[in-house]
């Protein structure tokens, strides 16, 4: 017979059946608490997400922020600036630039202005997400998306132009909404100014330019392609045997459907021992370009969608084409597929000291088909009744009966179609640069378009939009003095009546060559800073020699400053150092003496051995290989000492897009003579 349990043990498995039932509410409690925790915390991640986004948003927004500003007239006076049509619109774009004042200081700019000529209205528009100022940058447009303005490189300096910053960055302008985005590619051209682009189908092309490391400027003649769909560049590598142009800067780079037309320029020729000379280019070259749309046998299409080859042209006639000039970009005239050129300068080395320039105001068009022709675009004079008509027509230059059969054949192209409006006309045969001017006083017509014509200048921005030309700023120098316009006029080219003056220039050219007086304000610039320095180093001693007992915040503010003043200090040494290695003034010890910004130590002593071993040889009794070391000494110490200088040089020329290589490049062709020439001229 079974044993009764025990009520003691009745009550231990009813706590065992309680403790179990708790354990199993206590697990279901912690479940749905975490699982209640869980969707608090994804409703919380939710909600930061949200105001994360919402924080970007507001940032970019800031960033972007576009202010429109109407302004009373054109941008202040400049050069090297950018002048581009706007390719959905009767607008024109100007951005960037450069001035320089009346002491020599250099001033650059990176403002937006957008010129109306329907309402000859100037708007400004300023956003903080834009590129640096700048001058002798490169811009094109494209009609897509709304339309769209590419920026490329281009240059900065330091007030007094020792030392220069060159870009390598690429941005985009959306001209709807009026902001700019900066473009991010691992492959990209070297930085670079006065190079030149032209917009051909979805490509955008470059080619050439210059970059000035401190030592010496060198040219470029690379050739690369920019696809806006691809957002991709490439170098286009062309055969060792395949022709192409020198390298230059400055130059004409006109789009046409068949490809891009490139003429002139300007270049520095480096002869060992002697100094660079200024070469003005006049050569006309064709750059064919063709889309790859067919495909090869097996089915498939071409690796490279685009077909590139260079086309030299055969020199026209000299009797209808500009006298050898620089200075003088043309703008194409697309109704009529002429470029335009107006004015620029002619230099002439007549010593190694002094330059004599003639500037330009005539205007010529370049007519692209075919083999390419110049024609001579001089303005018309206005009809006249009775013997006034017969007394005006004496001062301009008559064309034998001869020339009259090649009207028609000589006009055809620009303004062809306008018998007696928009007829150019040629002179009679190749004459001498000389400068356009109106009449003397005793013959002043008050209808004479020679009176309409801009001053002479270089460097100034032109565009055509539909059939009127546009001119603005530019340079002009008289004997020594160099200054910097900012009249504004426009020409019909189909009609070539008279120029129209939008904005008249304020600046007053003084009469006959006065000498600048730049130098003697330099030298008291470098008195002045001489004085500055030796205040500089004298308040730094007795900041340093100051002790501050129980005020360590106090001492380590007052150190922290110190440091930053040595900083900026150095900054401003290597700036100065950059313009001072290519002083062609330096003495002969003082270059072999001194290392070169990317030079190595093994580079330095290689270059200068026998001048440190001839100073071991003075300060030791050493002879032979022991001679050799305690010269290699003597470098090492000189380089020590130069050693932050040098660095401080190499981070500015980084900034500028030179790697390390380039840099050596530089340091191996070694200081380099001054041209004497305006650096304008590049």
């Known amino acids: 017979m079974a044993k009764k349990k025990s009520g003691k043990e009745v009550n231990k498995s009813a706590n065992k059946a309680a403790k179990k039932a708790k354990a199993v509410q206590k697990v279901e409690r912690k479940e749905k608490k975490k699982a209640t925790k869980t969707k608090d915390e994804f409703d919380d991640d939710d909600q930061d ?34 002048l581009t049509p706007c390719p959905n619109g009767n607008h024109l774009w100007c951005i960037g630039g450069e001035f320089f004042s009346d002491d020599g200081k250099a001033h650059f700019y990176g403002d937006v202005y957008r010129y109306s000529p329907e309402k000859n209205e100037w708007r400004k528009f300023v956003s903080p997400t834009c590129p640096g100022p700048r001058s002798a940058h490169a811009v094109v447009a494209s009609p ?21 910053h060159h ?19 691992k492959v990209r051209p070297t930085a670079r100014s006065g190079h030149r682009m032209a917009m051909w189908k979805h490509y955008i092309v470059l080619f050439g330019g210059f970059y000035d490391p401190g030592i010496k400027t060198n040219y470029l003649n690379d050739l690369w392609l ?7 560049w490439k170098q286009v590598e062309l055969k060792a045997t395949e022709r192409k142009p020198s390298p230059r800067s400055g130059f004409s780079f006109l789009p046409t459907p068949e490809g891009i037309l490139l003429h002139g320029g300007y270049c520095k020729e480096y002869v060992k021992g002697s100094r660079p000379v200024g070469v003005m280019l006049d050569d006309t070259w064709f750059l064919r370009m063709t889309l790859n749309t067919e495909t090869t046998n097996a089915g498939k299409s071409s690796a490279d969608p685009l077909t590139l080859k260079w086309e030299k042209r055969k020199k026209t006639s000299t009797a209808y084409a500009p006298s050898l000039r620089s200075g003088c970009t043309m703008a194409m005239w697309t109704a009529k597929n002429v470029g335009v050129l107006f004015g620029g300068v002619t230099d002439e080395d007549t010593s190694e000291e002094t330059m004599e320039s003639v500037f330009h105001n005539d205007l010529y068009g370049y007519h692209i088909t075919g083999n390419g022709r110049w024609t001579s675009m001089q303005l018309k004079r206005p009809k006249k009744k009775g013997g006034a008509q017969k007394k005006k027509a004496a001062a301009q230059p008559t064309r034998p009966d001869s020339e009259e059969d090649d009207d028609d054949e000589r006009d055809e192209g620009a303004g062809s179609e306008e018998d007696e409006q928009g007829k150019i006309s040629k002179p009679l045969k190749p004459s001498p640069p000389k400068v356009l001017s109106a009449p003397q006083e005793d013959e002043i017509d008050p209808d004479d378009p020679l009176l309409t014509l801009p001053t002479p200048r270089y460097n100034a921005m032109l565009a055509v939009l539909r059939n009127t030309l546009y001119i603005y700023g530019g340079i002009y120098e008289k004997g020594s003095r160099e ?20 904005k008249a220039s304020e600046i007053v050219i003084a009469e006959g060559e006065e000498e600048s007086s730049s130098d003697e304000d330099d030298d008291d610039d470098d008195d002045d800073d001489e004085d500055d320095d030796d205040r500089t180093v004298d308040d730094r001693d007795e900041t340093e020699s100051v002790t501050v007992v129980g005020e360590d915040e106090e001492k380590e503010l007052e150190v922290l400053e110190t440091i930053e003043e040595e900083k900026e200090s150095i900054r401003v040494q290597a700036a100065a150092f950059i313009g001072v290695a290519k ?23 290689a270059r200068s051995r026998e001048y440190w071993a001839q100073k071991a040889y003075g300060t030791s009794d050493s002879r032979g290989k022991q001679l050799r ?8 110490e000189r380089y020590v ?15 500028a897009g030179l790697d390390e290589e380039e840099m050596r490049k530089g340091a191996a062709v070694g200081p380099q003579s001054a041209s004497g020439q305006s650096r304008n001229r590049r």
Request: glycine share 6%; net charge negative.
């Open 226 to 232: 920019f696809d806006t769909q691809e957002y991709k």
């Open 144 to 164: 897509a998306g709304g339309g769209k303005l590419y920026l490329f490189g281009g240059e900065f300096s330091s007030l007094y132009q020792n030392s220069f």
């Open 641 to 655: 000492e130069y050693k932050p200088l040098l660095e401080e040089v190499e981070r500015i020329l980084a900034e």
């Open 483 to 502: 200054y910097t316009l900012d009249d504004f006029h426009s020409l019909q080219l189909d009609k070539l009546e008279r120029y129209v003056c939008l």
């Open 629 to 636: 070391r305690d010269g290699f000494t003597l470098a090492g």
């Open 167 to 185: 870009y390598r960055d690429f941005w985009c302008f959306d001209i709807s909404t009026h902001t700019w985005e900066r473009i991010e590619t």
């Open 49 to 82: 997400l949200e105001s994360i986004l919402d924080k970007i948003k507001r940032e970019w927004e800031e960033a972007h922020k576009v202010t429109e500003e109407l302004v009373e007239g054109p941008p202040s006076r400049r050069a090297n600036a950018t």
């Open 583 to 605: 002083d062609s003034t330096r003495s002969a010890e003082d270059v072999l003496s001194t290392p070169l910004p990317g030079e190595t130590l093994a580079m330095f002593y």
